[in-house]
Structures are given as structure tokens and as C-alpha cells.
């Protein structure tokens, strides 16, 4: 039974709390996002949750079993994190960063096997990126090195993958792109997937299940629906807004009230 | 406003009173009122001479100079928008100083003061820097990560000079350890104008530089000319550094200290920075000096030049230590530089193991003469020669494979034994058992050495544990326990006249005279601490991804950088103890390796170690050579090949780009 939660949780650095005591689980084969104001602890959440950040108080359960007693490198077979911007010294190839992904399962003469390979070239496929296997990563547009990144965490593996801001940075062409391929790993390989994005409209999208955090705790989760609400907005952001339907998908869409435009303002509504 | 006066006056009563402290000191004793005298009511007696003649100008020229150096930093500081900028820590004190002894060894006649070599000095260095350093935004560690090259460059060019030119070089060690001694007012008479130009002119230009702290954009959108003020800022740091460092010699920390505290005590405006900076550096200065001679007795001497440093050392590491809590551990990876085509690895090991054969042949053969008969021709080979290449060949690859797994581990190209500091205690180490232990003979030495390195690579771990070892904290953690076993080794020689030759010969870094017991030390070393480098160059891979993701495809990144830390030193101490402090290898070779193989760590390495054992052989038959039946010691061989391909290396490396 493969399953991730967090039992308990207080996570933050030094002397701050960010999350307070928050018990969470992730649903399985699932995509979910979390959302919240800048300095919520979305990205704190992910990362305690891949063991890049040790809870001050209470665990991560991975299969059942505290992730803080189990062997790094059987973890990294189970669970893939891609960070927030991660760089790279600039010599390294395209296929040497994917083969980065078959870490955990080599031993000591560090010498690829036919699975590996198998896992790599499989990669690289999925992520489009067959045909780049041996230019260097700093010859590549940025939303080509998201793909890179994410081929890593994909020959990983695993069944589970976090995602910290996967689209940040990138035009919106890439965005749609990254988070398509994200979507396709998941419909079609079953790969659960957790992850932090900022803009809503695509969030309501693209989730199965959304996560929205505020004041330390979780505010409210369930389908997009539930969770992209006008009063949820004005709550967790402090923003008014309106929400209609995405013309396209029929998911919950943010209109947001601009407090300087006077005709369409909720006052000059209520006049 | 009012604490700022508060300030100044209060160091005034200070220096005051360490100036009177300062007056007193000496080999005669002098009462005050024989101090007063001899200022206002001057009788041409002997005290009264004394006084005027070699204690005065001592003072005065100390309050200049500390002043000078002061508002030099403060200059430097804001300028360049570094912390940790001053004379020093950029490298402009030791260009100052390689100019001043280049002149001399030349123009062994002049009995001047050597200003302008020392204004040359110190403007191509502050250039170089500044080209160095820029790169993008002009980040203040790489600048003064390329100051502290720029400086290791320099002294080693100025200790070849030194060991090539003993006889017209000798005079310069005392000041090259910065010293105030004084005979006459010239000194005084020379620098006064020169630094009572630079405080006005910085007095002057205080308004616009406070503007300049709110960033060029800004700055500039308030119509400031920013290149100007910034250039001219900086030329008058130079000004008044050179004509303090043509007068009593390259004297560290001044620039750096006296800034920090003001900055602390809470003035903010550049005037009044610049004003209670120039006392409060004359306090140190005095201070330091009177300090320094308080621990001396009659003709014995030790440089102030050292003494700051011991003082400003610790306080540049308690810097590091205070701002090191705030200094998250990057998780960025390692950020190299590779070539665009990669050359065959297998070619490569069999290319590179072939030029090493054919140099242990040729240096086999030469010596410099010929041998008539060859049984005296079989015995120096077999005795004197083959030991001695094997060594070089070995503690290269040794010092190559440490900087490797330094830089990887600490995520800095820059990182190698002599820059973070473990050279500069395996120094130490030696020549406390050359001089103090009596009968020391080469494995005393090499022992003490090795005891000395560790020590170093203790102190600069611990303290930089803090941060998680962050690399810029070890690098300033570095640089301050350098400073203290330079100025420490510096004492010892100076104060000592027995072995003076031998012990810069073995600062310099010598193959000379190596025998079987420190080629068996090396190839145990090697083939014990080689590897498990080579097994943890698998996990080097990962770590190099940064922390974050080596830990999410698996690695225990604190443990492989710890073991790697310390395998990495083991190394850099075994080799340093059997060579003395050859420099620049372990950052030469990494830095061709992955230029020539790529990022994989197993494939460097291997390269490293080849390349590292080519150098440094190729050093040993070249110093042997060109000026026989004298001797170059390789290791300023290899700084003089290696300290241009470095600044290249710096150079080209500032235009990477996260």
C-alpha cells in the first residue's frame, strides 16, 4: 500500500515556525497542488515532505514507515523531488544529468545497467528531449532545462514526485507545456503528484486536489471547486475577485478587482 | 551627531594615552616629563634626540599610516560595495609590495623612499582586481576571493625575487612584515602631505558616496556621475595606501578592523565614518606596535605588519563567525568551467602517462652536468635523483587530488590547501621544529608540519561549522588563520638569524634533497587515501548537483562531504609536510582536468593526480636546470608557470554566469 502523509507537522528554520502541527496526506495517484500567500509554507511543506528539511516536530510517513529513519537512497527509488530552480555546473550534458536519475540504484563501480539505460532513454522521450541527449544544459532555452530536470526525477523512477514551483520563471508557452507533461505522467503512468504553483487559474486546471494554506494550517482542501472560492480568495490572499467558469475546461477562473479602476469595483457594484 | 563626536573624542583620549605608552617604550626608559621636554623645551641632550629623532617619527608616522589604511578600507569598502574589501583583502598591499621589491632587487642603489613602485604596484593590482571581480553586479566574494589569489599570486613572486636576489632583497623582509621603525622624519615628512591630500579629498567626495549606497541605478538617476566619483574614490584608496606602504611596508587588517568598528558603534554618514575611521585606525596601529613592543626587549624586533594581523585575524574570523549564522549553506552546485570539445578519456590517461615517462627520463638524464665516470653517475642517480622525482612526481599528484576534492566539497574553484589556509599552518608547523626543537632533522619537520596543517583545517572547519560550511565563510576563515601563520612565521624569521635561507627554501617549496622515507610516505598515502577518493567521486557526482538534489536522488551530502573534507586534508597535510608549501597545483590541475574531461568525478580525478604529478616534476627539472649549480625550488616554479594560467582562469570564470 503506497501512500505519503505527514502526521503532526511543525516545520520551520531556526527560531520560526511556518507550519504549526499540520496532519496531511496526499491522495495516490492524484495531482495536487498546494496554493497560499507568498511565505506560507508551500515550498517548507514539499520540502520537509521529500526529507530536504527535517520537521521540528512530528514525521513524514512513507508507506507507513517515518522517513527519517529509513535509508536515503531507498527513499530516493520511492520519492523524487525536483527543487526550486536548481543550476548546474555548465559542462554537464543533457544525458549525463538524466543518468544523474539512476543514482540510487547503482552500486559502487557506478556503471549504468540495461534497465538504467532503458529508464534513461525512456526519459528523455517522454520529456521530448531525445534528440538534445548530448548538447550541454547551458545551450538550452529555459523551459527545455525544466524538461531536462524533470527527466531526472522521472528515470528515478519513483511513483511519487514533488514539484517546487516547477513553472516559475518560464514563459507561459513553457508553462503550459511542463505542466501538460506533468498531467500526461500522471493520467497515463499513474505517477502521484505533489506540487507548488502560483497562478491559480492553471492550478484549478490541473489539480485533482487542492491543498490552500494559511496561518500555518491548512485552510481548506478538496476539488478546485471547493477550494477556488471567492470567500477562500479573500480569506487566504486578502483580494477580492470573481470567479467564473474557464470558458475551456469549466474549472474555477480568478477575476480580481483592481482597487484603482473605479467602474468595475465591488463598491461601484453596490451602487 | 552628537555620539559620533563623542566617538572621536574618546579615540582621541586613546590614542593620546597610547601614544604616550607608545613614546616610552624602548630600550631606554624615558620619564614624561622628559617626553614633554623634549617636545617643547628641546636641550640637545641625548634623551631629547631620542626622542625627536627615532620615537616621534615612530608615533607619528604609526597614527598616519593606521589613519591612512583606515579611510583606504572605508574607500574600498563603499566603493565596492564590499564588506570585506580593503588593501589587503584585494590583493593592492602585495602587488604594492612585489613592485617595491622588484625595484629594489633592480635598482639596488636608491635610498629613497620606492613611492612610485609602490603607487604601480598597487594600481595594476587594484586594476586586475577589479577586472577580476566584476563579472556580473560585482559580487563582493568573487572579488575578494579573486583579491586573495591576486595576493597568493604576488607573494609568490615576491619570494622568488626574495630567494633569487637574496643579497639585494635582504633588507626588505623586516618591511615587508610592515614595520614603524623610523630614523629620521623622512618617512613622516614624505607621507603626511600625501595622506592629508587623500583624507581631504575623501572628506570631499563623502556627500556623493553616500549617495552611491543606494546603488548605481539610483545614484545615477539623482545625476551623479557614478564611473567617476567610483574611479576617483578608489584612486584615492590607492594613493593612500601606496604612500603608507612605501613607508613602513604592507601592514593587513588595519583597512578592514578600524572600518567594521565605527560601522558598528552605529555612524552611518561616509564623512563621519571617514573621520572616526582615521583615528580609531591610528589607534589600532599605535596600539598594535606599542603592543608589539611591549612583548620585546631591547634590540629584538617584531613587525607590527605581523601583529595586526594577529589582532585583526581572530577579528576577521569572529566577522565571519557573526555573519555566518545568517548564511544559509548554498545549495547551489559546484559552477565550473568545461571545454566546449571533450578529448577521448582513455587517449587522454595514456597521452598524459607517456609525456610523464618521457619527463622522468629526461630528468633522470639531466642535472645540470655531466658525469665522467658512471659508477659517481650510477650513485646520484640511484641516490639523489630517482628519490627525489619520484617525490615530485608523487606529492603532485598528492596536492592535485586534495585541491580536487577541496573544491568539490566546499563548492568553490578556488579552494585548494593554500588558499583555505592548511599550507600556511603546515608552514608554521615546520618552522617552529626548525627552529625550537633542537636537532630537528627532515622528519621531525615533516611531522611538526603535518601536526601544523591538521591544526589549521581544524580551526578553519570548527569555525566554519557554524554555517554549515558555507563556502565564502570558509574562504574568510581561511584567509584570517593565513594571515595569523604568515605573520607568526614571519616573526620567527625575522627574529631569528640561524637557518634563515633554509627555512624560505622550504617556505618556497623544495624538491631538493628528498630521499626513500618520503616517497614511501607518499605512495602509502596515496594508495591508501586514493581510493576511497576515487569510491567517493561516485557520490562527488551527486553532491556537485547541489544539496538539495543530492539528497533527493540519494546521498548522504554532509557525510560525503565530511569524509571527502577530511581525506582531502589528510592529503594536502602529508603532501605540503614532504614538499613544503607548493601552491597552485591542486587548483591547476582540478581546473585542466575538468576542462579537459568533463564533470565526472571519477575521470578528474585521475586526470587531476596525472597532471598534478607532471607539474610539479616538470617544476623540479626545470628549477634544477636553468640556473645550475644553483636551484629554483619547484614550488615557485610552478607559481611562476601556474600564477598566469590562474589569472586567466579567474578571468575567464568571472564572465560565468549562475
Known amino acids: ?271 | 551627531m552628537l555620539m559620533n563626536k563623542r566617538i572621536v573624542v574618546l579615540g582621541l583620549v586613546i590614542l593620546a594615552v597610547l601614544s604616550l605608552i607608545h613614546i616610552k617604550q624602548g630600550s631606554v626608559d624615558l620619564s614624561v616629563r622628559t617626553i614633554v621636554g623634549a617636545i617643547f623645551k628641546y636641550d640637545q641632550s641625548v634623551e631629547h634626540d631620542l626622542i625627536r629623532d627615532l620615537r616621534l617619527p615612530r608615533l607619528v608616522i604609526g597614527i598616519i599610516a593606521g589613519g591612512s589604511l583606515a579611510i583606504s578600507g572605508v574607500l574600498f569598502q563603499s566603493l565596492m560595495r564590499n564588506p570585506l574589501a580593503s588593501a589587503s583583502t584585494l590583493g593592492v598591499s602585495a602587488g604594492s609590495y612585489f613592485s617595491v621589491v622588484l625595484f629594489s632587487v633592480f635598482f639596488s642603489g636608491f635610498r629613497g623612499i620606492p613611492f612610485f613602485p609602490a603607487l604601480v604596484g598597487a594600481l595594476i593590482a587594484a586594476i586586475v582586481v577589479l577586472i577580476l571581480g566584476r563579472g556580473r553586479g560585482a559580487d563582493p566574494v568573487r572579488m575578494t576571493l579573486a583579491g586573495v589569489a591576486l595576493s597568493l599570486v604576488f607573494s609568490s613572486m615576491t619570494s622568488a625575487l626574495q630567494l633569487l636576489f637574496e643579497h639585494e632583497s635582504k633588507g626588505l623582509f623586516l618591511w615587508g612584515a610592515g614595520s614603524l621603525v623610523q630614523n629620521s622624519w623622512r618617512g613622516v615628512k614624505f607621507a603626511l602631505p600625501l595622506v592629508l591630500v587623500c583624507l581631504a579629498f575623501s572628506l570631499i567626495i563623502s556627500r556623493k558616496i553616500d549617495i552611491m549606497q543606494l546603488g548605481d541605478d539610483t545614484a545615477s538617476s539623482l545625476g551623479l556621475n557614478v564611473v567617476l566619483y567610483r574611479y576617483i574614490g578608489i584612486g584615492i584608496g590607492i594613493l593612500a595606501t601606496s604612500s603608507v606602504v612605501a613607508v613602513v611596508g604592507p601592514i593587513a587588517f588595519v583597512g578592514i578592523v578600524a572600518p567594521h568598528i565605527v560601522k558598528r558603534l552605529g555612524v552611518k554618514k561616509t564623512r563621519e565614518i571617514l573621520v572616526s575611521s582615521f583615528v580609531l585606525g591610528a589607534v589600532v596601529l599605535v596600539g598594535a606596535d606599542a603592543l608589539a613592543r611591549a612583548f620585546t626587549s631591547g634590540s629584538y624586533e617584531l613587525p607590527v605588519g605581523a601583529f595586526t594581523a594577529i589582532i585583526g585575524g581572530p577579528w576577521l574570523i569572529y566577522l565571519a563567525f557573526k555573519t555566518g549564522k545568517n548564511m544559509g549553506n548554498s545549495s547551489y552546485g559546484l559552477l565550473v568551467q568545461t571545454g566546449k570539445k571533450r578529448l577521448a578519456y582513455k587517449a587522454l590517461v595514456i597521452g598524459l602517462c607517456l609525456v610523464i615517462l618521457l619527463v622522468f627520463v629526461l630528468s633522470l638524464g639531466n642535472g645540470g652536468s655531466s658525469f665522467l665516470r658512471s659508477a659517481t653517475r650510477d650513485f646520484v642517480i640511484a641516490r639523489i635523483r630517482l628519490p627525489r622525482i619520484v617525490t615530485a612526481l608523487l606529492a603532485g599528484i598528492v596536492l592535485a587530488i586534495s585541491g580536487f576534492l577541496l573544491q568539490t566539497v566546499l563548492n568553490n574553484t578556488l579552494a585548494d590547501p593554500s588558499t583555505l589556509g592548511v599550507t600556511p599552518g603546515a608552514a608554521l608547523g615546520a618552522l617552529v621544529a626548525i627552529y625550537f626543537l633542537k636537532g630537528s632533522t627532515s622528519l621531525t619537520i615533516s611531522i611538526s608540519a603535518f601536526i601544523g596543517a591538521l591544526a589549521a583545517a581544524a580551526v578553519i572547519f570548527i569555525i566554519s561549522k557554524r554555517s554549515k560550511y558555507n563556502p565564502i565563510m570558509l574562504i574568510l576563515v581561511g584567509m584570517a588563520v593565513t594571515a595569523i601563520c604568515d605573520a607568526a612565521v614571519n616573526i620567527i624569521v625575522i627574529n631569528t638569524t640561524v637557518g634563515k635561507s633554509a627555512s624560505l627554501v622550504w617556505l618556497a617549496g623544495s624538491t631538493y634533497g628528498r630521499n626513500w622515507t618520503n616517497v614511501m610516505t607518499l605512495l602509502v598515502a596515496i594508495l591508501t587515501l586514493g581510493p576511497i577518493a576515487w569510491l567517493l567521486c561516485r557520490n562527488l557526482d551527486a553532491v556537485m548537483l547541489g544539496q538539495d538534489i543530492a539528497t533527493a536522488i540519494g546521498t548522504n551530502v554532509q557525510r560525503i562531504r565530511l569524509l571527502s573534507s577530511l581525506v582531502g586534508i589528510l592529503l594536502a597535510a602529508i603532501g605540503v609536510a614532504t614538499v613544503g608549501t607548493v601552491g597552485f597545483i591542486g587548483l591547476l590541475a582540478p581546473h585542466m582536468a575538468r576542462f579537459l574531461t568533463g564533470i565526472k568525478h571519477r575521470k578528474n580525478l585521475v586526470v587531476t593526480g596525472l597532471l598534478g604529478g607532471l607539474l610539479l616534476m616538470t617544476a623540479d627539472l626545470i628549477g634544477r636546470v636553468v640556473i645550475y649549480p644553483s636551484e629554483i625550488p619547484s614550488g615557485l616554479v610552478v607559481s611562476i608557470i601556474g600564477a598566469p594560467y590562474f589569472l586567466w582562469l579567474l578571468y575567464s570564470t568571472s564572465k560565468l554566469k549562475r
Open chain 1, 1 to 271: 500500500m503506497k501512500n505519503i502523509r505527514g502526521s503532526k507537522l511543525t516545520l520551520g528554520y531556526e527560531n520560526t515556525v511556518i507550519i504549526d502541527g499540520v496532519s496531511i496526506e496526499f491522495p495516490m495517484n492524484k495531482i495536487t497542488i498546494l496554493i497560499g500567500a507568498n511565505g506560507c509554507g508551500k515550498s517548507t511543506m514539499v520540502r520537509s515532505f521529500a526529507r530536504l528539511l527535517k520537521p521540528m516536530e512530528g514525521q513524514v510517513l512513507l508507506n507507513g514507515r517515518n522517513i527519517s529513519t529509513m535509508v536515503n537512497k531507498d527513499i530516493s527509488k520511492e520519492l523524487a523531488i525536483l527543487p526550486q530552480n536548481p543550476i548546474v555546473a555548465g559542462g554537464i550534458t543533457v544525458k549525463e544529468l538524466v543518468e544523474m536519475g539512476r543514482f540510487p540504484y547503482q552500486n559502487w563501480q557506478n556503471k549504468l545497467k540495461a534497465e538504467d539505460k532503458e529508464m534513461v532513454e525512456k526519459a528523455l522521450k517522454d520529456t521530448n528531449m531525445l534528440e538534445f541527449k548530448d548538447r550541454r544544459l547551458d545551450s538550452l532555452s529555459g523551459g527545455q532545462k525544466q524538461r531536462v530536470w524533470i527527466a531526472m526525477v522521472l528515470a528515478q523512477g519513483t511513483d511519487i514526485i514533488l514539484l517546487d514551483e516547477p513553472t516559475t520563471f518560464l514563459d507561459v508557452t513553457y508553462q503550459i507545456e511542463i505542466l501538460d507533461l506533468i498531467y500526461k505522467l500522471n493520467r497515463e503512468e499513474g505517477k502521484t503528484i505533489v506540487m507548488v504553483l502560483h497562478d491559480l487559474n492553471l492550478s484549478s486546471r490541473y489539480a485533482d486536489h487542492m491543498i490552500a494554506l494559511k496561518d500555518k494550517r491548512v485552510y481548506r482542501q478538496g476539488t478546485p471547486d471547493q477550494v477556488v472560492t471567492k470567500d477562500l480568495i479573500k480569506d487566504v490572499f486578502g483580494m477580492d475577485c470573481e470567479i467564473i467558469k474557464d470558458p475551456l475546461y469549466k474549472t474555477p477562473m480568478l477575476v480580481p478587482y483592481s482597487q484603482a479602476i473605479w467602474s468595475s469595483s465591488p463598491a461601484s457594484q453596490a451602487i
